[in-house]
């Protein structure tokens, strides 16, 4: 919806994604005439930076949903992009020309199966050397979420939520996994930096109201986070183990790059 697009650009954006933008933008090779595509740009709040560091760069975003992109295109004629155009997925699909670009990019995928989505389309949309840049959270972040929400499971003795609980953590990815996933759909000269960062949170129900959980971290922790009564846990929890300092959630953000070969 509109509403839930501009709460992720006013709230997200600068106070979690910024995370996951800001190292990608340090990874990204330089390369004149540049030409591209960010997969799951969402409101395309990235793709200034990657115009102002690749010199006529032509930047395309691609997402699923509308609302987003109408946020993009209206803050494409801030940018100083040569070209490029903002497009809603077609069928799963990013509708543009195979080994047309020479930079594929995502940041915080929804998930393995999205993170595996991005690299089988940039493995097609990327030319010869083109290069790969995804950044996402790996698979030793938000224990202090998931600490609570085990002792949820523990202390109620729920072993559906215990079982949730890892499988999510378990979808994180690891710099081994991420990799080894790359490999397998083609890409070479890979690598992945880290940086390990927190987001900050005046109260338990300023958590579990947040932007941040529902649109930033949820996507990727939703089988977590679907239990109402482990989150109103999660909720107090805070409030009574952080009443007198902020409740600081950390995550490692890993920035993978790689070469199509």
């Excluded at 790969?132 to 698979?139: K, Q, R, T, Y």
């Excluded at 890409?187 to 949170?201: I, K, N």
């Excluded at 941040?212 to 482990?230: F, T, V, Y």
Aim: proline residues 5%.
């Amino acid at each position: 919806s509109e509403s839930e697009a501009a709460t992720f650009d006013a709230f997200v954006v600068p106070h979690y994604l910024v995370h996951f933008s800001s190292l990608a933008l340090e990874r990204i090779a330089i390369s004149p005439d540049a030409q591209v595509i960010h997969a799951n740009c969402r409101t395309g709040h990235f793709d200034a930076e990657i115009a102002a560091k690749l010199p006529n760069a032509h930047v395309y975003g691609c997402d699923a949903s509308e609302a987003a992109l109408s946020l993009a295109r209206a803050r494409r004629a801030r940018s100083t992009a040569a070209g490029g155009d903002y497009l809603l997925l077609a069928n799963g699909r990013i509708p543009l020309q195979d080994g047309a670009f020479s930079h594929a990019l995502s940041l915080n995928p929804e998930g393995p199966a999205q993170f595996l989505w991005v690299l089988k389309e940039a493995a097609r949309l990327l030319g010869p050397a083109g290069q790969l840049v995804v950044a996402a959270p790996l698979a030793d972040s938000f224990p202090e979420l998931l600490d609570l929400l085990r002792e949820f499971a523990l202390k109620f003795d729920s072993h559906d939520t215990q079982r949730a609980i890892e499988r999510a953590a378990l979808g994180l990815p690891t710099v081994e996994s991420m990799v080894s996933t790359a490999r397998a759909e083609g890409f070479a000269y890979l690598d992945v930096v880290t940086r390990t960062t927190s987001v900050s949170f005046r109260s338990g129900r300023d958590f579990v109201e947040s932007p941040i959980l529902r649109l930033g971290i949820g996507p990727c922790m939703a089988e977590a986070l679907a239990n109402e009564d482990a989150l109103s846990y999660v909720r107090d929890a805070i409030d009574k183990y952080y009443s007198t300092f902020p409740f600081e959630l950390t995550f490692t953000v890993g920035c993978l790059t790689a070469s199509r070969s």
